[in-house]
C-alpha cells in the first residue's frame, strides 16, 4: 500500500485531507485565491453567518500581542440573505466542502439559521459557533452552560440533515463537559478551540487597545492550551474532534491530530502567511510518507501517554 493517505471523515464528509481553514481568517476565499490552488483545501469554512446583518464593534479592532492576536471584530458578517446571493456561488465553484459557521442571537434564531441552510445547495456542512467570546449577546451562556448546550444542540439537530460540528468556547472551567453536551444533542463533531478572552492597554494614553476592551486571543501564544483542551476532549467524546488554536506549521498540526484530532483549521497564521493552510497539507504530507504511515487515520490519537 502506498503512504500518506491524507482523507478523513467528519460525520458524513469524506475530506481529502484534514486540513480547513478556519471561520473569519479566510475572509470569503476569494481574498486567498491568488496565493494557491484553494481546491487543495480539505474543507474551507466560511466567516460566522447570523440572520441579520452585523456591523460589528467599534475600532481599533486587532491588536497585535506578543504571539498571537486579540481580535473584537464582534462577528460581523453580511448576514444570510446577503451571503447565499452574494457571497456562495464563488465557493459553489470551489471543488472542496464548504462548512458554513453560523450563530444566533436566541435558540430561535439558531434553528431558523440551521433550517435555512439546510435546504441550500453548496453548503456541506454547518459549524455552529456557541463560543463568541466579544460580543454582548451571542452564544455566550449557551456555551458555557452545558445543559443550555445540551438544549440547543439538541434542537437544531432536529432542524438539518447537514454535518453539525459544534464550536466551543475554551472560556470555560471544564470543556470536556461542554463536548460532552454537544455529542449528547446530536453533534457529529465537535471543533476547539475558539479565542481566549483578553486585553490590551496602552500606558501611555491609558486607554485600552481595541474599541470593545476586550476581545479573542488566538495564534501560537494559545497552542500549548488548546493541544490540551482538544486531547481533553478526546478522550471524552466518541465523535470526531476538530482542532485549532495556534496551528502555525505541519509539525503544530500533527501535535493536535496526535491529541486525537480527526482534522485542524488554521486561524491566525492565514493573516501572517496566506500560503499556510497549503503548507501544512504538504508538510503532513510529507511527515506520512518519511515515517512510512499509510493513512493519517493511523495518527489521530496515537500519542502515547
Ligand atoms: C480576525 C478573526 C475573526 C474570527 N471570526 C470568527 C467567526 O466569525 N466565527 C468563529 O467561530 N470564529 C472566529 N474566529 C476564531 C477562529 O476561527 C479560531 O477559532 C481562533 O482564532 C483560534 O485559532 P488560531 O489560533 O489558529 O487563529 C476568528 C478569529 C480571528 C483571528
Known amino acids: 500500500m ?55 464593534n467599534p475600532p481599533p479592532r486587532i491588536f497585535e500581542t506578543e504571539g498571537g492576536i486579540i481580535n473584537s471584530i464582534g462577528l460581523q458578517n453580511p448576514g444570510f440573505q446577503e451571503f447565499v446571493k452574494n457571497r456562495l456561488p464563488y465557493y459553489k465553484n470551489l471543488k472542496t466542502h464548504l462548512i458554513v459557521n453560523f450563530f444566533g442571537n436566541t435558540q430561535k434564531e439558531y434553528i431558523d439559521l440551521a433550517r435555512r441552510f439546510d435546504s441550500v445547495p453548496g453548503v456541506s456542512g454547518l459549524e455552529m459557533n456557541i463560543s463568541c467570546p466579544n460580543i454582548k449577546r451571542c452564544g455566550i451562556v449557551f456555551g458555557t452552560d452545558p445543559r443550555m448546550a445540551f438544549r440547543l444542540v439538541h434542537a437544531v439537530r432536529k432542524a438539518t440533515k447537514l454535518t453539525l460540528m459544534v464550536k466551543l468556547s475554551p472560556n470555560v472551567t471544564d470543556i470536556a463537559r461542554m463536548a460532552k453536551s454537544a455529542e449528547e444533542g446530536g453533534a457529529d463533531a465537535v471543533s476547539l478551540v475558539n479565542t481566549f478572552r483578553a486585553m490590551a492597554i496602552n500606558i501611555r494614553t491609558r486607554r485600552p487597545e481595541l474599541g470593545n476592551i476586550i476581545g479573542g486571543l488566538s495564534g501560537p501564544a494559545i497552542k500549548p492550551i488548546a493541544l490540551r483542551m482538544v486531547w481533553e476532549v478526546g478522550e471524552a467524546v466518541h465523535i470526531p474532534v476538530i482542532g485549532m488554536g495556534g496551528i502555525m506549521s505541519a509539525e503544530d498540526a500533527i501535535e493536535f491530530i496526535l491529541a486525537g484530532a480527526s482534522a485542524i483549521q488554521i486561524g491566525t497564521a492565514n493573516l501572517i502567511n496566506p500560503r499556510a493552510g497549503i503548507e501544512v497539507i504538504h508538510g503532513i504530507k510529507k511527515y506520512l510518507i518519511q515515517n512510512k504511515i499509510g493513512s493519517i487515520r493511523e495518527l489521530i490519537g496515537a500519542f502515547r501517554g
Open 2 to 56: 502506498q503512504n500518506g493517505n491524507l482523507t478523513t471523515r467528519i460525520g458524513k464528509l469524506v475530506m481529502k485531507n484534514p486540513v480547513m481553514v478556519s471561520s473569519g481568517t479566510f475572509g470569503f476565499g476569494e481574498e486567498f485565491e491568488d496565493f494557491f490552488d484553494l481546491n487543495r483545501l480539505g474543507a474551507v469554512v466560511s466567516k460566522g453567518i447570523s440572520l441579520r446583518p452585523m456591523t460589528g
